[in-house]
C-alpha cells in the first residue's frame, strides 16, 4: 500500500465504497461472489472536492459506484440500487436524507460523515429516523475523518480561505476566532486519525498556532479515551506535528519559482489536481481556457514536477523518444524481420500480436500523458517569454546583493508584452521583506509604480511594510538573514551540452510558435541556474526534527515552541526535549505554497542521508496573486 | 474511521421505546413494497430482469475467477514422465489440460456473446425513450410553461439508463480481467512445455525414451530456434556430468566399454542423421524463398505487362473513335460535293438541251 498521506486517504476512500468491509475494494477483479456490488453515491460540495482529487470516475466504477450526485441536486429515485452517502455532518445534509428516506427513494442507505458528528445531531437524526418508520433501512452510519483535501502525495490542505485575513485583522471577534480554530483543529484530527499515529505537538508561541495546539490536544485526548477507538501502532517512532504561524515567513508566499510544479499552481491555476490553462493566440487578446486533469497515477508529474523548468523540458523530449523507440519496437515485432518468423510451427507472431495488443493501451495513456505535459511546458514557455518571468527569480534570488536594487528600479520602467504589473509588486514586496531598503528608495519605486500602473492595488505594500517593522520588533525575521547563507549546495551544474540543445528542442516542442527570442532565456538560463536554499520553514523543521545538524539560531527560536503531547497522562507542557523524529507533519495556519512544499520534500530526500517522511499541509494552498489579494483586504482594513 | 452504527440503533430503540404508542410501527421491507406498489405512478419502475442477470453474470464470472485460482498450481506443473499414474490425484494429464483450455474459451466467449446480448437489449430501450420535441411553436410555449429541468420521469429515464451501461462496462472490465488471468497460466504452461521439449532432446539418461526423443527431435529443432542458448547450456552441463561420471568410475570392464562405444557411435549416427535433416530442410526452405521472390518478381513483370496492353488498348480505342469521326465527316463533306456536282450536271444537261431547243 501506498504509504504517503495521499496513498491512505485513497484506501480509506476506496474501503468506504466498499461499505466499509475488508477485502480488496476493487470489484472487477472479482475474487469473490458478493451480495451488493453497483451502488449510487451522494455528495456534497465540500466532499466532492475530497474525492474528486484523488479518484476518477474510471476508479469509481471499479469500487461499483454507477452514478454520482450533489445532494443538494435533483435526484431520481432508484428504488432498487443502495446508496452510500458522503457528506458533512450538518442539518442540511441530515434533513436531506430524511427526506430521501421517508420518499423511498433507495433501496439501503449507508451514511458516512466526512468528520465526526457530534451528539445532539446523531440523536435528532435518530429520532427523525424512527418516525419515519423506515430504520431497518438504514444499514450503516459511519465517521470517516476525511474532510481534508489531498492533492500530491505529502501535501493536504483543508480548503478554509481567508484565514491568515481574519486572524490578522484588527476588528475580528473572539467568537469568530474560536470557530476558526476549531475548525482547523478538526481538520487537523482528521488528518491525524488517517495516518493513524498520535503525534507530539510543537507549536509555534504567541499566534494562532497555541490555540489550535491546545484545542488539538484535547480534541485528541477525548478521541483516545473513547474505549471503541483502540490506536494500535505503539511499536512505530511517534511523529511530531509542527503547526506554525504565517508569519514566519512572507516572502515564500510572493516568490517567483523555477520549479516546474511551482510554476503552473503560479502562473495558471493548480487547484484540485486540476490546471486550468489559458493560451493567448496572436488574434485576440482573450486567452483560450483549457482545463486538465492530473491523475495520481501521472507518471510525468510524478516524476519530474519537483525538478526546475529546463530539466523538466530536457525530460519531456527524453521521454518522448523513449515512447517513440518502444512504439516502433512493438510495431517492429509484428512484421517479419528476421528467417525465424517464417516458421509456421513457432507462435511467435501470435504471440507479439498479442504483445504488442496488450502494449497498445498503456502506449496511448503514455502518449495523452506526454502530449499533455508538452502543452503546459508550451504555454509555460509562452508566459515567461511575454512576462519576462526569469528576471524576477533572478532579482529575488540574488536579494541581497547591493545592485539588484538598480536592476529592480531598471525593470520597473521595462514594458513587456503582456500586463507583469502584479509581479513587480510582488518582487518589489520580497525585497521589502528580506533586505532593508532605505526609504527615499521606497519612496522612488512607489513614485514609479503609481505613474505606471494608476489601476493597481497598493495595500499590500502598506500592510507589508507595517509587518516588517513589526517583525523587526519581535526578531522572526532573523530566520530570513540566516537562511541566506546556510545553503546546502547540490552541484546542479548544467554543462553546455544541456543548453545548446534546450533552445532547439524548446522550438520543435512549442511547433515554431516561438522565434528568436528562446535563445536569449536559454542564454539567460545559462547564466544562472539557482543554488538550492533552505526556506526558512524548512530550517524551523530541520531544528526540531533533526537537532544535531540544524544552525545554533533556528535552535534558539524553536526552543522557545510549545511542546504537547496527547498521549501522556497528567498534565501538558512539560518543558521541551531535544530530540530527533523521522515523520513530521507541518501544518501552516494561513495559507501554504507548493514552494514550501517542494523545499521541504528536497530536505527530506537528501541524497546522503536517512530519508525522512515529512507532510506538508495549511488551511489553504493558494497561489502568490491570492496571497497578495489577501494582504490587500488587510492593508485596507488597518 | 469510527462504527458509529451500534450507537444509532441504539437511539432508534430508545427513542422508540420513549416514544412508545405514538410511533408508527416500524414497517418492514415488504410493507415498503406494498406501499411503493400503491403509489406506483409517482415511482416508475422498469420491470424487466436485467437487475438478477446481471448480478448472475457477476457471480459467474467470480467462479471463474475461483477456478482459475485453484487448478492454477496443477496446471502449471509440468510431468516429467509421460506414463505418469492416473491415480495421482493433484496432477492434470496434458489431455485434461487441453480441455480446459477449449472449455475455458467457450465458457468466455458465451459469456462475451451474452453481454452483447444484455448491450443491445440496453440500447433498444433507450432508443424507445422519447426526445424532446426540439422546433415548432407549441414546444416554445411549452417550455416556457414548464419547468427549466427535464420531467421526472425523463430525469429518471436517464439516470438510469447510464447507471445501467455502467453496469455493463463494469461487467466487460471484470470478464476482461478473468480472460487475460487464464490465458497468462496458459502462456506461463505452452513456454514451460516447450522448454521442457527441448530438454528431452538433450536428455541422454533416459534409455527407454529414445523412440518417443526420436521422433521428437525431427521436430524440435525446427521449433526451438530461439531456444539455442538454452541448449548450449544443457549441453555444457552433460558435458560436466559425463566428465564427473568417467572420474568417478575410471574402471570399467572391457564389456562395458564396448557397451558404451556401440551406444556412442549409435547417438553420433542418429545425431550426424539429425542435422543432414535439419540442413535439407534448411535448404529447401531457401529453395522456397528464391522460388517465391522469382515467382513474385514475374508476377510483377506480367503484371506491367498488362498494364501496357490495357494502356495501348486505351489509346487504339481513342484513335479509332477520332478516325472515326474524321472519316464520317470525309464521307459527308464528300456526299455534300457529289451532290453539288450531280445536281449542276443535270442542270447544265438541261441548259444545253434548253439552248439547243431555243437555236433551232
Redesign the interface.
Known amino acids: 500500500m501506498d504509504e504517503s498521506l495521499r496513498g491512505k486517504q485513497i484506501a ?1 476512500l476506496e474501503r ?1 465504497l466498499h461499505l ?1 468491509k475488508d477485502g480488496s475494494p476493487d ?8 451480495e451488493i ?2 451502488k ?1 453515491l451522494v455528495l456534497d460540495t465540500k466532499s466532492r472536492a475530497v474525492l474528486s482529487s484523488v479518484l476518477r470516475v474510471n476508479d469509481l ?2 469500487c ?1 459506484i ?2 454520482h450526485s450533489l445532494i443538494n441536486s ?8 443502495p446508496v452510500i452517502y458522503f457528506v458533512e455532518p450538518n442539518i442540511d445534509n441530515v434533513l436531506q436524507i430524511i427526506d430521501d428516506l421517508e420518499n ?1 427513494r433507495y433501496d439501503s442507505f449507508y451514511i ?1 460523515f466526512t468528520a ?2 457530534n451528539r445532539e445531531l ?2 435528532e ?3 427523525k ?3 419515519s ?13 476525511l474532510d481534508f483535501i489531498v492533492t500530491e502525495p505529502n501535501l493536504f490542505s483543508l480548503d478554509l480561505p481567508k484565514i491568515f485575513t481574519q486572524f490578522n485583522k484588527a476588528g475580528t471577534d473572539e467568537d469568530t476566532i474560536h470557530s476558526l480554530v476549531d475548525r482547523i483543529a478538526n481538520g487537523l484530527l482528521s488528518t491525524i ?1 488517517t495516518l493513524e499515529n498520535v503525534p507530539l505537538i510543537r507549536a509555534q508561541q504567541g499566534g494562532p498556532a497555541e490555540f489550535v495546539a491546545t484545542q488539538l490536544d484535547l480534541k485528541l485526548r477525548d478521541y483516545l479515551s ?1 474505549s ?2 483502540s490506536p494500535n501502532q505503539s511499536i512505530q517512532q511517534r511523529p511530531v506535528l509542527i503547526l506554525l504561524d504565517r508569519n514566519i515567513d512572507l516572502s515564500s508566499m510572493f516568490a517567483h519559482s523555477w520549479i516546474y510544479q511551482c510554476m503552473v499552481s503560479d502562473v495558471f491555476k493548480l487547484q484540485r489536481n486540476t490546471i486550468k490553462l489559458h493560451k493567448y493566440s496572436k488574434d485576440s487578446d482573450k486567452p483560450t481556457l483549457t482545463n486538465y486533469d492530473l491523475d495520481p497515477r501521472d507518471f510525468f508529474w510524478n516524476k519530474y514536477s519537483q525538478l526546475p523548468f529546463p530539466d523538466v523540458v530536457e525530460s519531456a523530449d527524453a521521454e518522448l523518444n523513449t515512447y517513440k523507440n518502444d512504439a516502433r519496437e512493438v510495431t517492429n515485432k509484428t512484421g517479419i524481420s528476421s528467417l ?1 518468423d ?2 509456421p ?4 507472431d501470435t ?1 507479439n500480436i498479442q504483445q504488442a495488443v496488450e502494449k497498445l493501451p498503456e502506449l496511448s495513456n503514455r502518449k495523452t500523458t506526454l502530449d499533455m505535459h508538452m502543452d503546459i511546458l508550451a504555454a509555460l514557455i509562452n508566459e515567461l517569454q511575454a512576462k519576462n518571468l526569469d528576471k524576477f527569480f533572478e532579482i529575488e534570488q540574488n536579494a541581497n546583493d547591493p545592485k539588484t536594487e538598480k536592476e529592480f528600479l531598471e525593470l520597473l520602467v521595462q514594458e513587456a508584452e503582456r500586463d507583469n504589473s502584479v509581479d513587480k509588486l510582488r518582487t518589489f514586496l520580497i525585497l521589502t521583506l528580506l533586505v532593508d531598503l532605505p526609504k527615499e528608495y521606497i519612496d522612488k519605486v512607489k513614485k514609479t509604480f503609481i505613474n505606471k500602473y494608476p489601476e493597481l492595488n497598493f495595500d499590500s505594500l502598506n500592510y507589508i511594510l507595517k509587518f516588517k517593522e513589526h517583525s523587526k520588533l519581535t526578531n522572526i525575521s532573523a530566520l530570513n538573514d540566516t537562511t541566506t547563507q546556510s545553503s546546502y549546495s547540490s552541484a546542479n551544474n548544467n554543462t553546455s551540452a544541456l543548453l545548446s540543445g534546450l533552445s532547439s528542442k524548446l522550438y520543435g516542442l512549442t511547433e515554431g510558435k516561438i522565434s528568436g527570442g528562446l535563445s536569449s532565456i536559454a542564454s539567460k538560463i545559462k547564466n544562472f541556474i539557482p543554488e538550492k536554499k533552505q526556506l526558512p520553514i524548512t530550517s524551523v523543521v530541520e531544528a526540531i526534527m533533526d537537532p544535531n545538524n540544524a544552525s545554533n539560531t533556528s535552535m534558539q527560536l524553536t526552543d522557545d515552541y510549545l511542546y504537547l503531547d496527547p498521549k501522556a497522562r497528567g498534565g501538558h507542557s512539560k518543558p521541551p526535549r531535544r530530540q530527533s523524529y523521522n515523520e513530521s507533519l507541518v501544518f501552516v495556519i494561513g495559507g501554504g505554497n507548493y514552494l514550501e512544499y517542494q523545499n521541504l520534500q528536497e530536505w527530506a530526500n537528501q541524497p546522503n542521508k536517512p530519508s525522512k517522511k515529512v507532510i506538508y499541509g495549511s488551511t489553504d494552498i493558494m497561489s502568490a496573486n491570492d496571497f497578495l489579494l489577501e494582504c490587500n483586504e488587510l492593508g485596507k482594513s488597518s | ?5 451500534p ?3 441504539q ?2 430503540e ?3 421505546s420513549e ?1 412508545g404508542g405514538g ?7 415488504r410493507q ?1 413494497r406494498k ?2 406498489n400503491k403509489n406506483s405512478k409517482n ?1 416508475p ?1 422498469i420491470k424487466d430482469t436485467f ?1 438478477k442477470e ?2 448472475e453474470f ?2 459467474i ?6 477456478f482459475v ?1 485453484v487448478i492454477k498450481s496443477p496446471y502449471l506443473a509440468v510431468n516429467d514422465e509421460p506414463q505418469i499414474s492416473k491415480s495421482a490425484l493433484n496432477s492434470l494429464s496434458v489431455d485434461d489440460k487441453n480441455r480446459i483450455d477449449e472449455e475455458f474459451k467457450y465458457k468466455i466467449q458465451q459469456l462475451y456473446k451474452k453481454l452483447s446480448l444484455l448491450q443491445s437489449y440496453e440500447a433498444k430501450r433507450n432508443s424507445l425513450i422519447p426526445k424532446v420535441p426540439e422546433s415548432g411553436i407549441s414546444s416554445f410555449f411549452f417550455k416556457n410553461i414548464l419547468d427549466d ?1 427535464p420531467s ?1 420521469q425523463r ?2 429515464l ?3 439508463g ?3 451501461e ?2 455493463l ?2 461487467l466487460m ?2 470478464l476482461d ?2 480472460n487475460k488471468s487464464f490465458e497468462v497460466i496458459q ?1 506461463k504452461r ?1 513456454s514451460r512445455e516447450k522448454q521442457l521439449e527441448s530438454l528431452n532432446f538433450q536428455n541422454f539418461d533416459e534409455d527407454e525414451d529414445l523412440n518417443y526423443n526420436e521422433f521428437n527431435n525431427v ?1 524440435s529443432p ?2 526451438s ?2 531456444l539455442n542458448t538454452l541448449e548450449q547450456t544443457t549441453a555444457l552441463e552433460q558435458e560436466e556430468q559425463m566428465r564427473q561420471l568417467q572420474y568417478q568410475q575410471p574402471q570399467y570392464t572391457q564389456q562395458q566399454l564396448s557397451l558404451l562405444e556401440t551406444e556412442n557411435k549409435e547417438f553420433l549416427t542418429m545425431k550426424t542423421n539429425q542435422l543432414k535433416q535439419v540442413e535439407k530442410v534448411q535448404s529447401s ?1 531457401v529453395d522456397i ?1 528464391n522460388i517465391q521472390n522469382e515467382l513474385s518478381f514475374k508476377l510483377q513483370t506480367q503484371g506491367e505487362q498488362i498494364n501496357s496492353l490495357m494502356d495501348n488498348n486505351d489509346q487504339v480505342q481513342v484513335d479509332v473513335q477520332m478516325g472515326n469521326k474524321t472519316l464520317n465527316k470525309a464521307t459527308s463533306r464528300n456526299k455534300r460535293g457529289t451532290n453539288m456536282i450531280v445536281t449542276m450536271c443535270i442542270i447544265m444537261g438541261f441548259l444545253i438541251l434548253f439552248v439547243d431547243r431555243i437555236s433551232f
Open positions: 480509506t468506504m466499509n470489484l472487477t477483479l472479482a475474487s469473490r461472489s458478493e456490488i453497483w449510487v466504477l471499479r461499483g454507477t452514478v435533483k435526484r431520481t429515485p432508484l428504488p432498487e440500487v423511498d458516512n465526526s458528528i446523531l440523536e437524526f435518530a429520532k429516523v424512527s418516525i418508520g423506515r430504520s431497518f433501512k438504514i444499514k450503516q452510519v459511519f465517521d470517516q475523518y486519525i473513547n471503541r477507538n525465424k517464417i516458421d510451427s513457432a507462435d511467435n504471440a | 474511521m469510527t462504527d458509529l452504527t450507537l444509532f440503533q437511539c432508534v430508545i427513542v422508540q416514544l410511533v408508527k410501527d416500524d414497517l418492514d421491507s415498503v406501499l411503493r415511482y419502475v437487475d446481471c448480478y457477476y457471480n464470472i467470480a467462479d471463474l475467477n475461483q485460482a429541468e421526472d430525469l429518471f436517464l439516470t438510469i447510464s447507471h445501467r455502467k453496469v462496462t463494469f472490465q471484470a480481467s478473468v502462456k505452452n521436430l525446427i521449433a530456434p530461439p526452405i524463398i
